[in-house]
């Protein structure tokens, strides 16, 4: 079984809908948590970073981490089609080896005009 | 600033060629990472650079070798490319120091083909 589990999708959501995205990890050592957004053909660029648990707003994206649940969610309002990409999930230890980070396998989404 | 650049976007070999792949960061980050995503397999370390001057393994190590030529640079070098390498590479960096700043910035990647 993975460290680090997320449904790859797609998920499929007509604009202006919430986009709900979650991940699930066995590691309670885990202490960071981020999300990145992929466009197709482009590298992974960061969109949220969490200590620990609780709730990170930014704009229309909320980031959130239940750590007794072992479980993060990333939502999306009022999406639009520019938000069409692939969401990968990851964290960290505190103090891990050369800082590497844990991914999720990634869940693509489109956004319907 | 850059961020993390990558050279080259594109390549394709032949069974036995070897080459490297360049990554170089201009935000004075400790760290420097080399990753693999294949459809289906996400995101795979091959080799990390904690700080100038070290390098590990990662997950999927073997057929590669890195270099840490000084903080800014890190290269990914192929000695005999495979079909199983087919793959795009990913060079990331992270400021890494201490217990903050962990989280990691990525090039825009390097599309290898291996016939």
């Known amino acids: 079984q993975k460290e680090v589990e997320q449904d790859p999708g797609p998920l499929s959501v007509p604009e202006g809908a919430i986009v709900s995205l979650n991940c699930t990890y066995s590691?309670?050592?885990?202490?960071?948590f981020m999300w990145y957004r992929q466009y197709s053909r482009k590298g992974p660029e960061l969109l949220m970073y969490?200590?620990?648990?609780g709730n990170k707003e930014d704009g229309r994206f909320t980031a959130q981490v239940d750590k007794s649940s072992k479980y993060i969610s990333l939502f999306i309002r009022d999406s639009q089609p520019s938000d069409s990409a692939t969401y990968l999930c990851?964290?960290?230890?505190?103090?891990?080896?050369?800082?590497?980070?844990?991914f999720g396998g990634g869940t693509r989404v489109l956004v319907k005009p | 600033n850059a961020g993390v650049t990558q050279t080259p976007k594109f390549q394709v070999l032949k069974t036995g060629q070897s080459m490297t792949l360049q990554c170089a960061q201009d935000?004075?980050?400790?760290?420097m990472y080399w990753y693999r995503q294949d459809p289906g397999m996400g995101l795979r370390l091959i080799y990390y650079?904690?700080?100038?001057?070290?390098?590990d393994k990662g997950e999927v190590p073997n057929g590669y070798n890195v270099s840490r030529l000084n903080k800014r640079e890190f290269s990914l070098r192929l000695e005999s490319a495979a079909p199983s390498q087919t793959s795009v590479y990913f060079c990331?960096?992270?400021?890494?120091?201490?217990?903050?700043?962990?989280?990691?910035?990525f090039g825009p990647g390097t599309r290898l083909t291996v016939l």
């Open positions: 990331a960096s992270s400021a890494a120091s201490g217990s903050v700043g962990n989280e990691q910035f």
């Open positions: 590691n309670s050592a885990f202490q960071y």
């Open positions: 969490t200590y620990s648990s």
């Open positions: 990851a964290m960290s230890r505190l103090r891990a080896a050369g800082n590497k980070l844990t």
């Open positions: 935000m004075n980050h400790n760290s």
């Open positions: 650079s904690a700080s100038e001057g070290t390098t």
